[in-house]
């Protein structure tokens, strides 16, 4: 196989955008269909993951912080938002995922309103430690929570990222979660109510992005405790 039929052997984004969207309605799948809010709720929890491997600052593999503990981190609100506090989604800086995310559903979500910037991050500071172990507490009607643990949804579908669409660059990486999050808002915005979708997404990316993620070690001994 020669240089060029090798590079045109490549998955694109769009194709691995379309498995990755195909592989977590699979995940939540159920006898009574996809819920949309397990699957907002799995696909925002990966972008989430990827952003903690984009910034850095500790690895979503190994790491010494208990799982599902709340880590603070600058670098992650300026990744999500931008250098400066802002309110209005329009002044956010056009580089962070938040903008990358609103800049890709705003002509299928602009007559909906989208969270406040402050609130979604207000809901989470003010709830640290207060939500069940592994989840996050959502400023969403209770009828709409996910019923799938976040912290969970992350580890078990992040060894399918790394075989399967973290192929060249964590960067490529995160541009194929967050178009994949867009086209799941999009194709099932008439299933639910858009401002309960957009919040989801949005407070559980925040909320996920600053969580210390299951690791194997951790569920291996996890594992050990339940069989004594």
Not at 95 to 106: G, H, L
Request: proline share 4%; aromatic share 8%; hydrophobic share 40%.
């Amino acid at each position: 196989m020669g240089i060029f039929d090798f590079l045109n052997s490549k998955p694109s984004v769009e194709k691995l955008t379309k498995n990755l969207v195909n592989y977590v309605y699979n995940s939540v799948q159920t006898e009574k269909g996809v819920r949309v809010e397990d699957a907002i709720c799995v696909m925002s929890t990966i972008v989430a993951e990827r952003c903690i491997k984009i910034v850095n600052e500790f690895s979503i593999d190994e790491h010494d912080f208990e799982p599902g503990s709340t880590i603070f981190s600058e670098k992650i609100n300026e990744l999500l938002v931008g250098p400066i506090a802002v309110e209005n989604w329009n002044n956010l800086p056009v580089e962070c995922v938040f903008a990358r995310i609103k800049r890709k559903i705003d002509s299928h979500f602009h007559k909906s309103p989208f969270p406040s910037l402050k609130g979604i991050f207000e809901t989470y500071a003010k709830n640290v430690g207060e939500s069940e172990w592994g989840n996050l507490i959502l400023s969403v009607p209770l009828e709409n929570i996910p019923s799938i643990l976040p912290l969970q949804a992350g580890y078990e579908t992040r060894k399918y990222i790394e075989k399967n669409i973290n192929l060249e660059s964590d960067e490529k990486t995160l541009r194929i979660v967050i178009n994949a999050i867009c086209r799941i808002l999009i194709e099932t915005k008439m299933a639910l109510d858009s401002s309960v979708a957009l919040t989801l997404t949005f407070e559980i990316i925040n909320g996920m992005s600053k969580t210390a993620t299951m690791t194997d070690k951790k569920m291996a001994e996890l594992q050990a405790e339940t069989k004594k």
